[in-house]
């Protein structure tokens, strides 16, 4: 079982439907402890993704496809989370660069450059109460979830919704979120928040298309 | 929320080719990706000057375009900071050959995107130095936090590298001279009331009627504490005092003494601000001898203000009094 280009083509739509869906509750969060743009500038972004996907090469490969959603993502979304995101599929195409299929080995090894390069760009650790909060649990449940594409982002999505909710009680240390000291605690961080839907939509389309 | 606008998607674009009109003499505006450039970039034998980050802070950068200070604005939208094409696109269109100076202030977004900005002018040769300011000593500079985040102090960086790229500065002079602007200028700010980002329409924070936020970024976020409405001297006092005790400014210092209104607030309650920090200062035997009193960097319509303090000497000095003439800024020309 192998995902291919049809998987990322899925995955970046459904990224989109999930993020517009709730982009309202993406940018409350961001409200509470950011400046209250997060789902706005997200939602920007991957409408825009979504309006070149169509004019994409028919030979292209899953590695084309999420390097189109990381360029896109860098021109369009802005704040910090345009540049975070978009390192993340920059890094993450790079690491499978060049394969047509993707097995489970692939699939890490994405998550895992995707993940690198958002620790490269933001210099987060875990426990910061940003994405790397979520990015990071996925990373490790994908590593362990075996030889499965499908299984791996199933565990990677699940992992990195529960890490966003463990984002509630932390106080966060980086971005915007970091002035407000110990006031961040008790509000999720919205990157982890929306880490967890981009995921769920790789692991919905993975679903779909295995 | 009762604004001017025609629909929140145009409201910076609008803004800026109105900016465009006004200001034909000064400036040109591409859309395209959007930036503001001087209208006679580049400059020949000039370093370039490019400041940006999220609109919503005017005059700050866009008005602050012109001979003697910044070649370029990109402003993003509302608050949020730009992405790197149009820093790019900018960076380009100003540099003359002797390269190429980012004013950033510190806040994550704006970092990221110049920091990628950078790298994509970097790899199209032209050299490109980055300055971060970080004036605002309301924020605690820790490895805890995203570290001090740059206000009002930002205006002051600009005017002063602007003069020093205009006399004819290198890269690494005019870098060095933003570098120390910023190690000698200190700001704090209250906020008497939020502000609305036009695309979210309603405010973006809550603030009782009674209540006031001292220690305030420039986007409203919190400071170092909620408080009780006080008199003007009070809040003054408050916000005077962890910017003098920071640096520290000492007896003898000269400075100059930024007094900067957050967009909803009258010039009457400027100057009454303005006064107390004034008579704070001669009290503590600092000289004043230089200042700046208005709107320069706001946060949309938001009731509040920020008071700064840059230690100067003569070479600042001689640097801040330098002819700029720019739609926000204008003199000695």
């Known amino acids: ?30 409200r509470d402890i950011g400046d209250g743009d997060h789902g706005e500038n997200l939602d920007r972004g991957f409408r825009a993704v979504v309006a070149k996907l169509d004019a994409s090469a028919a030979d292209a490969t899953p590695g084309d496809v999420l390097k189109l959603v990381a360029t896109t ?23 499978i660069k060049g394969l047509d299929e993707l097995d489970g080995a692939a699939i890490v090894a994405f998550l895992t450059a995707a993940r690198d390069g958002i620790v490269l760009r933001g210099k987060a650790e875990p426990g910061d109460k940003t994405m790397i909060d979520a990015w990071t649990p996925a990373v490790d449940a994908a590593a362990a979830a075996g030889d499965d594409p499908v299984a791996a982002l199933r565990a990677a999505a699940d992992a990195a919704a529960a890490g966003a909710v463990a984002t509630e009680p932390l106080v966060a240390r980086k ?21 967890a839907y981009i995921l769920e939509a790789a692991a919905a389309a993975a679903e779909a298309n295995a | ?38 209208a006679d970039a580049p400059v020949a034998g000039k370093v370039g000057i490019v400041s940006g980050g999220g609109s919503g802070h005017e005059p700050m950068h866009g008005g602050l375009v012109g ?109 060095a001279i933003a570098t120390r602007v910023n190690a000698q200028v200190r700001s704090m700010g209250v906020a008497l009331t939020a502000c609305t ?19 305030i970024g420039i986007h409203g976020e919190p400071g170092r504490a909620r408080i009780p409405i006080e008199p003007a001297d009070r809040i003054v006092d408050r916000l005077l005092e962890p910017i003098l005790e920071d640096l520290p400014f000492e007896s003898g210092d ?3 003494l930024f007094v900067n209104g ?50 100067l000497d003569d070479e600042l000095t001689e640097l801040w009094d330098a002819p700029v003439e720019t739609a926000a800024l204008r003199w000695g020309r």
Not at chain 2, 1 to 6: D, S, W
Not at chain 2, 197 to 215: K, M, N, T
């Open chain 2, 67 to 175: 001979p003697g200070m910044l070649d370029a604005a990109v402003p993003g939208p509302v608050f949020t900071s730009p992405t790197p094409d149009p820093i790019v696109a900018a960076t380009k269109a100003v540099d003359a050959g002797r390269g190429v100076l980012h004013i950033v202030k510190n806040y994550t977004g704006d970092v990221l995107n110049f920091e990628t900005a950078a790298d994509l002018a970097a790899a199209e040769d032209i050299e490109v130095r980055s300055v971060v300011v970080d004036d605002d000593v309301a924020v605690k500079d820790s490895l805890y936090t995203a570290g001090r985040r740059g206000v009002a102090g930002t205006v002051l960086v600009e005017k002063i590298a602007g003069a020093a790229a205009d006399r004819g500065d290198d890269l690494d002079a005019v870098a």
């Open chain 2, 197 to 215: 980002v036009p695309h979210a329409g309603e405010p973006s924070f809550d603030l009782p009627d009674d209540e006031i936020e001292i220690g």
């Open chain 2, 254 to 256: 000269d400075v100059l």
């Open chain 1, 1 to 30: 079982m192998a995902l291919g280009t049809a998987w990322a083509v899925d995955w970046t739509r459904r990224a989109a439907a999930l993020v517009e869906e709730h982009k309202q509750e993406l940018t409350h969060l961001d």
């Open chain 2, 262 to 311: 957050m967009g909803g607030t009258p010039l009457i309650e400027l100057y009454i601000v303005y006064r107390r920090a004034a008579e704070v200062l001669a009290e503590r035997g600092i000289n004043v001898t230089r200042h700046l009193v208005g709107d320069y960097t706001t946060s949309l319509e938001m009731q509040g203000a920020s008071i700064t303090v840059l230690k």
């Open chain 2, 1 to 38: 929320m009762k604004k001017l606008i025609n629909d929140p998607e145009d409201v910076v674009s609008e803004a800026v080719a109105g900016m465009a009109v006004a200001h034909a003499d000064l400036i040109r505006v591409e859309t395209d990706p959007i930036f503001i450039v001087r």
């Open chain 1, 73 to 95: 993502l860098i021109s369009t979304v802005g704040g910090a989370a345009g540049p975070l995101y978009g390192t993340a599929f920059l890094k993450g195409s790079t690491a």
């Open chain 1, 175 to 195: 971005g915007r979120a970091s002035y407000l000291g110990e006031r961040s605690a008790g509000h999720r961080d919205p990157g982890a928040q929306s880490t």
